[in-house]
């Protein structure tokens, strides 16, 4: 059975929102628009990749890229497809079913953070059209309510954060003292980190836990692993050289 949830909504510039929680029907025709550039897809993927391997990410959470959210606006359906989601605990999807949407509410949490890659020349990340089809920025802080949204621009590696307030606008937030940002919902610090993966060299998010610790990606860890055998064979031969100097055959121990 559909779940339908409504409020109205009003904001500090007197736009009144009725907001419907609602999933989509199986017929509606999402968006196929393509991704901006090559570059988006590669960053949302390290995004996740080191989530998966640090064991973060559960079942009952939804992490996806250039993935459309919904809600149904005075009567109208809108969906935005951010960069990169994270919503903590969603329902289970129904048995077959591959999902193609979600909307907050009906099917879940709200999105405890969205991303976006700045790629729009005309920056309609930071769009706060009040009216139909709604910016991104007015669609995820004022219908959707999102506590977390972060806009990076990758070029020039440059990362923002804004955090929902309880006057539900969104705030500018200052790095740390290493120029990162605590994810409270995540538990995670979440940086800019400058080299090269996917045959890509230059500036990727990446997150480091509460004790300042990267997470690595997957080809990191393997060269960590050679490191650290290179390192025991490193002992051990050194090892045997002072077994030999002291007439000692190391392989008869």
């Known amino acids: 059975m559909t779940q339908t949830l409504s409020k109205p909504v009003e904001t500090k510039t007197k736009t009144k929102y009725t907001i419907t929680w609602e999933k989509l029907p199986k017929d509606f025709k999402l968006p196929d628009d393509p991704v901006e550039n090559i570059d988006q897809p590669l960053l949302a993927a390290a995004l996740r990749e080191s989530l998966e391997l640090a064991g973060f990410i559960l079942a009952s959470m939804l992490i996806a890229s250039n993935f459309g959210l919904c809600a149904k606006v005075n009567d109208k359906t809108i969906v ?3 960069d990169w989601v994270y919503v903590p ?5 129904e048995s077959g079913e591959i999902r193609r949407s979600y909307t907050p509410n009906a099917e879940g949490e709200v999105p405890a953070v969205v991303m ?26 004022r219908i959707l309510q999102v506590p977390v949204y972060v806009i990076f ?9 804004y ?3 309880e006057s539900g606008e969104y705030e500018l937030q200052q790095p740390d003292a ?54 025991e064979q490193q002992r051990a031969d050194r ?12 392989d008869e121990i």
Do not use: H
């Not at 605990?89 to 999807?93: D, E, F, K, M, R």
């Not at 790629?119 to 995820?140: A, L, M, Q, V």
């Open 153 to 161: 621009e990758p070029k020039l590696g440059v990362l923002e954060v």
């Open 116 to 141: 976006e890659f700045l790629s729009d020349p005309d920056g309609s990340e930071y769009s706060t059209k009040p009216t139909y089809p709604y910016g991104k920025w007015r669609f995820y802080e």
């Open 163 to 165: 955090r929902l307030s």
């Open 178 to 231: 290493n120029q990162r940002f605590w994810i409270e919902s995540m538990n995670l610090f979440l940086g800019v980190w400058e080299g090269e993966k996917s045959q890509r060299r230059g500036y990727w998010l990446r997150w480091w836990d509460e004790k300042g610790n990267l997470l690595l990606w997957g080809v990191e860890r393997v060269q960590q692993e050679q490191q650290r055998a290179e390192q």
């Open 239 to 250: 090892l045997a050289e002072y077994l030999r100097s002291q007439g000692i055959n190391p």
């Open 89 to 93: 605990s969603v329902l289970p999807a």
């Open 80 to 82: 935005k497809a951010p």
